[in-house]
């Protein structure tokens, strides 16, 4: 963890795993003031992961829409450059997008043979195995990050067909560009296509990481809190 640098005094590494746990730690020996306090951001983050979940559907259908404006302009002799690129960019996003709000409706798969043992063993053995999920999900969700500022210092490009309007990649640019500099950043861009920067279809990757590691957290405090998994998996007749 040497590149963990600190971040407001305290390593990174501090942030994303001890401070965490021990909130989980704090929900599981005080449970109703846990509860008290966290039911708001509980409930937030839940329209949080379905705001999630309605993105990715949204790509998928998009999915759709760019297959078939791929097979009309086939048909009518016109060319439809990069759309192999965005369908892909747009599944990636889905994949990405739904991550956290498919844990919430119980989608992934969870081994329970050993929890299903006794009600003693299940509850220690979930506490367990959801924060060593939430360890691996928040290194997933660091390392994605880092694939993107990587990706952004080398100036890598795509090496297909598929081109941005500057301004939008200017308009990302934003989210990571103090604000006394936005003026100088807009008076650089043009209007015209570029060909996209990878930094920008690797955003979806490194959201959704993030919705995930937080969504796996968050369910560990819950579990932690209430003494019972709120994962619950919908029965499909």
Known sequence: MRDWHPFLGLPLWVWLFVLPTCLVLFCLFFRDPAQRILAPIWRLLDRVYLASGVLAACLMVSILLLIVAQMIARWSGL??????EYAGYAMAGTSFFALAHALT??????VSIFLNMNRFTQLWLDLFAMWVAACTATYFARYAIKTNIFSKMLNDRTQGQDFTPEWLITFFEMFVTSPAKWGDLW?????EWVYTPVWVPQLPMSIGTILLAVC???YLTRLAAKRETSIIGEAVE
Do not use: L, N, Q
Not at 105 to 110: Q, T
Not at 187 to 191: D, F, M, N
């Open 187 to 191: 008076a650089k861009s043009g209007s």
């Open 216 to 218: 796996v957290w968050d």
């Open 79 to 84: 060319t439809f450059p990069g759309s192999t």
């Open 105 to 110: 409706r119980g989608a992934h798969i969870r």
